[in-house]
């Protein structure tokens, strides 16, 4: 069942009890892990992979079938400076077109739909309606914050991003929690999963799938399961790959 996010506070946050755990803690505590690879930088389409274990102590297990998806217009850009990343010519920046490259936290689920619709997701989920915004202006104290505008006293942006659009991008979506604690003005907002516009069309700095394979992804995540992101070109993820061999092996 899943747990309804409910609009309490100017901002929705989750709560960030991993903020002083380390990455490789974080991949050490996962038990579900997804992997996003593209071939290089500059490619606008990806492969996702699935992995679950039953303890810390289990190998990865692959969920068979792969997934299709669509980055960000100009590729990737590494979300910070590592060794790992140091084929990327740029970091993450607002308004690049390009998705990160890194290790992150899933947030909230978010949707067009009733929550009542939404009990396959085990994420906090969020009903999403014409008041609510995430905030792409780093000008803004809101900036990379999804906010509900009618609690809002001072709005002090000038530019955000509609969650409830008129289309069916935003119908289904997960949020990726990219330049969080601290939140760096400029370094990039508003990353999520999404539903994709066609399997060609590529995105503003996300990561977009088919309908069917998104709802699959909510159904899998399960936050007592620290599921984990990893997305990045496949090269990085094969030298990240040598810092930690418990790191499930891609083709």
């Known amino acids: ?17 991993n903020s002083m755990i380390n990455k490789q803690d974080k991949i050490n505590q996962s038990l579900t892990l997804i992997v996003v690879v593209s071939d290089h930088w500059q490619d606008t389409t990806g492969t996702l992979y699935r992995f679950t274990r039953k303890d810390a102590t289990d190998a990865w297990h692959q969920i068979p079938e792969t997934i299709d998806v669509v980055l960000g217009k100009q590729g990737m850009a590494a979300a910070e ?64 914050k999804i906010v509900s505008t009618d609690i809002i006293a001072h709005k002090d942006w000038n530019s955000s991003e509609k969650m409830l659009l008129k289309d069916s991008r935003y119908e289904w979506g997960i949020e990726v929690e990219y330049n969080k604690n601290p939140v760096v003005p400029g370094a990039g907002s508003c990353i999520f999963f999404h539903v994709w516009a066609d399997n060609h069309r590529a995105t503003a700095g996300c990561t977009a799938m088919d309908k069917e394979n998104l709802i699959s992804l909510m159904t899998l995540l399960n936050p007592l399961e620290n599921p984990l992101l990893i997305q990045m070109p496949v090269k990085n993820y094969r030298l990240l790959r040598k810092t930690n061999k418990a790191l499930p092996k891609i083709k």
């Open 1 to 17: 069942m899943s747990c309804i996010l409910f609009l309490t506070l100017p901002l929705i946050t989750k709560a960030q009890h």
């Open 81 to 144: 400076k590592a060794s790992i990343f140091s084929g990327s010519p740029v970091l993450k920046k607002e308004g690049d077109w390009k998705s990160p490259a890194g290790i992150f936290t899933f947030g909230f689920t978010f949707g067009y739909a009733d929550p009542m619709k939404a009990l396959f997701t085990r994420m906090p989920y969020l009903m999403s309606n014409e008041l609510i915004e995430c905030i792409d202006d780093p000008a803004s104290k809101y900036y990379n």
